[in-house]
């Protein structure tokens, strides 16, 4: 089971995926706690120049740089993983490409669409949760975090335009479930364990 987390700077991915992979973890379930860009040894190595503040990069070859350490990603680990009964939780996948480069750098959707799923190899997540804030909530979370890398960097309105893309492909792709990101974490957690445990068992919590 394939399962994505989306949603701007500070929206509460990382710690969703923590305390979801502690619990699923606690019923027994296998888990790979992954990301994008990352996951592998060269998706780190692009992570790096993509997060690097001295780093400038054209929206499209920020698009070809995700699907790279996408393509290698799938291939390395998640499709191997997936053969198997884990849970993968992968903290961004292709939708963040079509957000951030599509809504948020202006490149044509579609064409995201169509480059993510040839890197994917056309596998996609089965649950992906939209952790949904509002920009100046982000950007008041990512302060008091402290750090600030070359996406951090980005105005009001970018981020906004983002968070209107995914909402946008929330309503397109039965897949993507909203949380309200401004719930308490035990909240969404609940939330989020209740879906799971419902798809992938069969069963209610
Ligand atoms: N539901 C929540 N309510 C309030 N604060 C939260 C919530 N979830 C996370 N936070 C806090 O907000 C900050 C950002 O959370 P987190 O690192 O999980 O976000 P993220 O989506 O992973 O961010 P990034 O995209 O930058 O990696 C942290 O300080 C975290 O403790
Ligand atoms: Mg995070």
Known sequence: MFISFEGIEGSGKSTLIAALALEL?????DVLVTREPGGTAFGDAVRSIFIDP???????AEAFLMNASRAQHVVESIAPVLKTASIV????????TVAYQGYGRGLDIEMLIRLSLVASQSIAPDITFLLDIDAATSIERVRARGTSDRIEQEDTGFYERVRAGYLEL???????VVLDGREPPET???QALQIVVRRRYMVTL
């Open 188 to 190: 969404l957690l609940a």
């Open 25 to 29: 973890q606690s019923i027994g379930a």
């Open 89 to 96: 939780l992968c903290d961004r996948f292709f939708d963040a």
């Open 170 to 176: 929330a309503g397109r792709f039965s897949r993507i």
């Open 54 to 60: 001295q780093m400038r990069i054209d929206p499209l």
